[in-house]
């Protein structure tokens, strides 16, 4: 690689970078993707439902679990999971002080 070369690679990249930052502040960027998504589920889906197909309530279905795990997981477990985290960490660290001779190295 010679000099104008990796200028070439730095101004793309840097060129790319900044479309993408662009693009993350833009809504009309938004908007196109949800209507290449919408247009790409309809052409997907539709031969699907018109045919009578069970492939549609499947994925409706697996959507919904893990949806639903995920939020539950996020508003309900994780706390109750750091706050036994916490618990055993203090008590790791209670147990690490009364008993210095197990963890010399």
């Given at each position: 690689c010679n000099q104008t070369q990796k200028t070439q690679i730095a101004q793309t990249l840097y060129c790319f970078t900044m479309g993408?930052?662009?693009n993350l502040i833009n809504?009309?960027?938004y908007n196109r993707q949800a209507s290449f998504a919408y247009a790409a589920a309809t052409n997907y889906y539709r031969p699907l439902f018109r045919s009578g197909s069970v492939k549609p309530l499947w994925h409706i279905m697996l959507g919904t679990a893990v949806i639903m795990q995920t939020a539950t997981y996020i508003f309900k477990e994780a706390s109750h999971?750091?706050?036994e985290r916490a618990i055993k960490k203090a008590a790791l660290e209670e147990y690490k002080t009364n008993h210095p001779e197990k963890f010399h190295h």
């Open positions: 993408a930052f662009e809504p009309a960027y999971i750091s706050h």
